[in-house]
Every structure is written in structure tokens, then in C-alpha cells.
């Protein structure tokens, strides 16, 4: 099995990994708590497979390059038993960008300087919210089986398909597309954000994996 760095990327990569890029403002709050959430949950329905393909990694837009995590985002991973430990923040390059194979962002303004990047990023590229409203109006079993074709095969089939409905399912609203900043405020809040994320999150993971969260 692959071996898995501090961020969760695999050392010595496959071509046929599948990226999913998570993306904020600072990479120090909102984007950090989305990979390690996301991290814990294929983890938790992957077990060992999780290095077998499947990578997670942030930036920010205007990223703190070198910093630590937010504490109390350290603090919203722990209450859900994600693991915090060793996230370094990253300022959002070409090259993560390139190599993503799923972008998902924060806000809609994130997504549009994302796209604005280039590389083609516009078909791989959500707001998180997004994507999980896409992903709820896709029949799993038009998806490759997880076991027989790899969850690779099955996300990159995730990834088109919400691509291709984007048009045909526009948000109720404007904030309904939006995880909103948590940076300088109470627990409380941070707490709040951690639900919104893991909540979006949750119906993502289960199509790309084929199994449910665990009751």
C-alpha cells in the first residue's frame, strides 16, 4: 500500500491516484477541516484502501503559506475524531490546480478564481455545497461499482456526471453555494461551520465509496 505523508498525500503517486483539492481563503480554517473531515470519512468507509487511490489536500486563495491550523478548527476535527496533526497551510499554486483531479471550494468566489487559473479547471471545479446537490441527483448505479472498477473509476464518473447537470440544477439561492469564514470568531461558529461541512461532505463521500457513513 501506498504510504501516506503528514498532509495524506501518497508518497511516490500514481498516475491513476484521483486528487481532491480543497479550497479556502488562508488554508487555515475552512479548507483544513474540509481535507481532514473528508480524510477521516474515506477512512473510515476505505479502511486501508484509502492509500490505494484516493488523495486529499488544501490551499488557500491567499494562503498562509507554513502556518498552523486555526486551533479552534483543530478543536471542530477533534470533536468529530479527525485527525489535525501535522497540516501545514499552503497559498494555492498552478500546480495543485493541474494536478486536481476534483476541486471543491468554499465559496463561489473561490471557485471562480480557481477556474480563472486555467488548466481546464472549470469541469473539475464545485463549491462544495455545490457538488453535494449535484451528487444527490446522480443514480449511484450509473456510477462504476467501487469494488469491481475502483473508487477511482467511480469518482472520476462522479466528477463528469455533476459536471453535465451543473446547467440543469441551479442553487435556490445564493448562499445556499457558501461555507462562510469562521477566522477570528467563537468556538461556537466554528462548531456551526464543522456541521455545514461535515453535512455536504457526507452524501460526497458515500457516492464516491458506495457505502454509507456507519449509525
Known amino acids: 500500500m501506498t504510504a501516506l505523508d503528514g498532509r495524506g498525500i501518497a508518497e511516490g503517486t500514481a498516475s491513476d491516484a484521483f486528487r481532491i483539492l480543497h479550497v479556502s481563503t488562508g488554508n487555515v480554517c475552512r479548507s483544513p477541516i474540509t481535507e481532514r473531515l473528508t480524510r ?13 487511490g484516493l488523495l486529499v489536500e488544501s490551499a488557500g486563495t491567499w494562503g498562509h503559506e507554513g502556518a498552523p491550523m486555526e486551533a479552534n478548527a483543530a478543536a471542530v476535527l477533534a ?15 498552478d500546480e ?3 494536478r486536481a483531479d476534483l ?36 443514480d449511484p448505479a450509473t456510477l462504476p461499482d467501487p469494488i469491481e472498477d475502483g473508487v477511482v473509476a ?9 459536471a453535465a ?12 453555494d457558501e461555507v462562510y469564514d469562521p477566522y477570528g470568531a467563537p468556538i461556537t461558529f466554528f462548531r456551526s461551520i464543522g456541521d455545514e461541512i461535515n453535512t455536504a461532505l457526507d452524501p460526497v463521500v458515500t457516492a464516491i465509496t458506495g457505502i ?4
Open 40 to 52: 477521516h470519512a474515506l477512512s473510515d468507509r476505505l479502511g486501508a484502501r484509502l492509500g490505494d
Open 79 to 93: 470533536d468529530f475524531g479527525a485527525d489535525a496533526t501535522g497540516f501545514i497551510g499552503r497559498e494555492l499554486l
Open 96 to 98: 495543485h490546480v493541474i
Open 103 to 138: 476541486v471543491l471550494t468554499a465559496t463561489r468566489d473561490h471557485r471562480a478564481q480557481v477556474i480563472s487559473m486555467g488548466h481546464s479547471a472549470g469541469l473539475r471545479t464545485f463549491t462544495l455545497k455545490e457538488f453535494t446537490r449535484l451528487v444527490r441527483a446522480i
Open 154 to 162: 467511480r469518482a472520476r464518473a462522479l466528477v463528469r456526471a455533476a
Open 165 to 176: 447537470l451543473r446547467g440543469w440544477l441551479l442553487a435556490p439561492n445564493v448562499e445556499a
Open 212 to 215: 454509507p457513513a456507519h449509525t
